[in-house]
């Protein structure tokens, strides 16, 4: 009897070590451009500045080098209440980028609204520093030697 606890036990423990050698099931990718738009509103309404720096950055990047597999207008009432209320000037000028980068009617409208036109302007070359940014990050990252 005690070789067939023994047996048992060594089987009920063995069944995790298994379980996480297996490859995770695979998510459509529909859903994890939709997990990303979420993610980025869930981070801009719960999230500490810091965090909402790097989100508009990320937001910048997804809207413009990804706009055909991410729609981030259900993102733009988060980012103009990071750009009415942030206490940080650099979270501003990001969020007014990020709207631009989104680039929907209700973005636009707000900022043509609220921004005069060198704001504009300046809004668009954080989008292209943001970019630039990314860029330089990711090539550096598939240079560097293995």
């Known amino acids: ?11 009920l423990l063995a069944v ?3 379980a996480q ?14 997990l990303v738009a979420t993610q980025i509103k869930a981070s801009l309404v719960d999230g500490q500045e810091d965090i909402k720096t790097q989100t508009l950055k990320n937001a910048i990047v ?3 080098l990804y706009r055909d597999k991410v ?3 259900g993102s733009v009432s988060a980012i103009r209440e990071v750009y009415q209320h ?4 650099t979270n501003q000028r990001l969020a007014l980028a990020a709207l631009q980068a989104i ?4 973005a636009q409208d707000f900022v043509t609204r609220n921004t005069t036109p060198e704001e504009y302007d300046a809004g668009r ?8 940014d990314f860029y330089l990050a990711h090539t550096a990252a598939t240079d560097a030697p293995s």
Do not use: C, H, Q, Y
């Not at 680039?103 to 209700?106: D, E, I, L, N, Q």
């Open 1 to 11: 009897m005690k070789p067939l606890i023994t047996s048992v036990l060594i089987a």
């Open 16 to 18: 995790p070590v298994f």
């Open 71 to 73: 729609d981030l207008s």
């Open 103 to 106: 680039g929907t009617s209700r």
């Open 62 to 64: 997804f809207a413009t």
């Open 125 to 132: 070359l954080v989008v292209a520093s943001v970019l630039n």
């Open 21 to 34: 050698d297996s490859e995770p099931a695979p998510v459509p990718e529909e859903i994890r451009w939709s």
């Open 86 to 89: 942030s206490k940080m000037a």
